[in-house]
Every structure is written in C-alpha cells, then in structure tokens.
C-alpha cells in the first residue's frame, strides 16, 4: 500500500509544478539556460564625467538667489 504524500511534500510538487510552468512562458528563462545575459557594457570617460558635475552644480543656486526666486514666484501668482 502506498503512502500518500505529506503537506510538505504536496506544497513542493506544486511549487515544482509552477517553476516548471514558468520557465516554459518566461524567455529570461530562456536566456539564462542559453548562457546569454541581459547585460551590456556602458563606456564611460573622464570627460563625461566632468560635464555631468558641471551640469549638477548648474541647479546649485545661493540661498538669497533662492528667497529672491521664491519672492519673484509669489509676485507672479498675484497678478493672475
């Protein structure tokens, strides 16, 4: 006679079953067993990193810059 399966045992043929169902409808699945990646090389140089610091430090204002802007903002909503 043969033995029927634990709850645990039940719990992981169904997870297998659903594992096995995905790999089937996922193609990163696919890929991975294929040995080929999503990734890629992104080149960088030193120069692209100083324009991109300089364009950070564009949004970089002084304080009384910042009031005078948030005064000049306020004036605007007045009028309309």
């Not at 610091?53 to 004036?75: N, V």
């Amino acid at each position: 006679m043969e033995e029927e399966p634990s709850e645990l045992e039940v719990v992981c043929i169904g997870a297998r079953k659903l594992i096995a169902e995905r790999e089937v409808l996922c193609p990163k699945a696919e890929l991975k067993e294929e040995g080929e990646g999503l990734q890629f090389h992104v080149e960088c140089e030193e120069a692209d990193q100083d324009n991109m610091y300089d364009s950070l430090q564009a949004f970089r204002k002084h304080p009384s810059k910042l009031e005078e802007s948030i005064e000049e903002d306020e004036e605007i909503t007045d009028f309309t």
